[in-house]
Every structure is written in structure tokens, then in C-alpha cells.
């Protein structure tokens, strides 16, 4: 798991006055909004008998558990312990693990890595449009689903009726061409039509897939004026995580950002194919999986990962080629 970058733990507008329990990477969370009205985010687990704080209710800005009262502020120091006669202090040292946690563009991020956090990097035109947000469990690891959302020859397959490959192909048939891969500073970007020219500029009608460090994909095109798609896949366990996703809406008029409790078609097609894949080992030590030129991109996604999982993704990305042209028939 990546560690030293920040992380959606929740849509702003789905923390209101009660906390919330959240799982970000391997650990259990609580997300309360304090006296201010900033966003916190400790430990879900109080340190008095291992309850969760997510259980309980917040007073005054602190959160108090829910089994004996106990009471934490936002940095995780306790604050009151109903119990103590008035004889007695709150022994030193007792509290619980506090993370920063920044509320911007649309969400609660939360950072679990070591040391001091690095600058939270916005969402790109977050503040010109109007986006409809939602999340959902999945069953499966994140890097699938992030691999799954820059491979280019699976719409057609997996997104019948929903996606605009799956016509395009209905309607022309399937064609042999060129997609374009470019590593970025953070990641990379999956474009087609792919250019003549390694400096060119990629083309103002191009489908386009930008994955980035942690776990961004956004997804946009031009063309018929489809909407932009912005993903983030929470790690949340070996084989499990969280899509939060969020979509341009066009209505020119409600709220700036709205939520929905349903889960869209798109995704559910991935969610149910993905969740059906075999996880990344073989019983017999071997390697399960076959992959072809068209998997380049994937295969790339799984390159920059582990170069940031060993840290060496600044150090290394140099040295990776920065234009691949892949050639494949969908």
C-alpha cells in the first residue's frame, strides 16, 4: 500500500454533525468535524476498552465514545473521563492516533504515511464545473480497477449499452489503430488518437485516461460532449477498496456538488468482473495471468506503482520510455 499520499476518506457533504467510520489502506478511522468545524480524523478505536469512536456521538467538538464516555479532542488527546472522581487527573499519555486531514475540492483527505504530510494537490477544474458524487464497495484490489479504467479494449465487452466504444464499435465494426501512452510526473496518461509527433500536444478531441499517484483515474473526451469522470480506488484491504467517484453534471443550476446513492450502471458492469478475478497469486508459486501488446497500459499502471511502493518513483521515472504508441484492434 502506498503510503506517504494523501487519500479520500469521505465526500464533504457526507460528514455532517455525526462521525463517521471510514477504512483508508489497513486502518479503521473515524471522521468528526470539531468545535470549528474542521474535519478530524483519529483512530476508530478507543484506547479505554477497543470500542469504536464511529459508535459514539460528538459534544462540543470532541468525540466521546459511546461505552463509558470517554472524550477526545481532534488531535486524539483525552479530554474528560466521565468516571474519575475529581481527586483524580487523566493519566498522561492517554488518547489515541490522530491523522492529518485536509477538507478540499468535494472531500475529507486524510494522510497515513510517516512524518509531515506533503501538499494536498487539488482536483484539476474542480471549481468551474457542477459534479454529482458517489461511492461504492468492491471486492477486489484497487490496482485492478485502476488497470481496468486505463485498458482500452474492454468497453466493448464489459459496457454494453453504457459506454461509447461499445457503440462505436456496433455501428462501424472493429478496426485496427494506435493508442498513445505518455508518463507524466504523477503517473501517466492513455490517449487516442495517438499523435505523429512524441512533443505534440494531445489531440482537443482525444479519449483520454489519466491515471495518478496514489489512485486517480480521470476519464474525459470531447467528443459528444461526454461528461468527465474522476475516480479514486481507496485501498481498503488486500482485496477490497472503495471507488468514490465523481461526474460533471451539466445542469447549470442546484448545488455545486450533489450526491447520489446510486450505484452507477458503468461501474457495476467493472465492479461485478473485477470482483470475479483472481487475485494476484498462484497456489503453485507460477504466474496466472497472459498478457498481450494491448495490455500495455495496465501493465505501465503496475510499473509506476511498484516504483512507488519502493520509493524510488521520482528517482526512476526518467528513465522510463516517455511515448509508447500500441497498436490494437477494438
Known sequence: MLREYWYTACATSQLAKEPRGVRVLDQDLVVFRDGAGQARALLDRCCHRGVRLSLGSVTKGNIACRYHG???????RCVHIPSLTKDRRIPEKVGVPSFPCEERDGYVWVFLGEGAPPPLEGIPRFASRRWMQGAMDMRCDYLKMIENN???CHPYFAHPWTHLQFFTILFRGFQEYEYEMRVTERGIVVFTPATSDPEAPIPPDAMMATYELPNRVTVETTKFHAPIIILHFVPTGENSCRLEWMVTNPMPFGRKVGWSKQEPKIFAQDRILLESAQPWYDRGGGTFERS????????LVRRVVEL??????????ASLPKRRLVGVRA
Do not use: H, I, K, N
Request: glycine share 10%; hydrophobic share 45%.
Open 70 to 76: 470517554w472524550c477526545f479532542d481532534g488531535e486524539g
Open 150 to 152: 486505463v485498458d482500452m
Open 292 to 299: 498481450v501488446e494491448a495490455d500495455a497500459s495496465s501493465l
Open 308 to 317: 512507488a511502493a519502493r520509493g524510488a518513483w521520482e528517482s526512476t521515472r
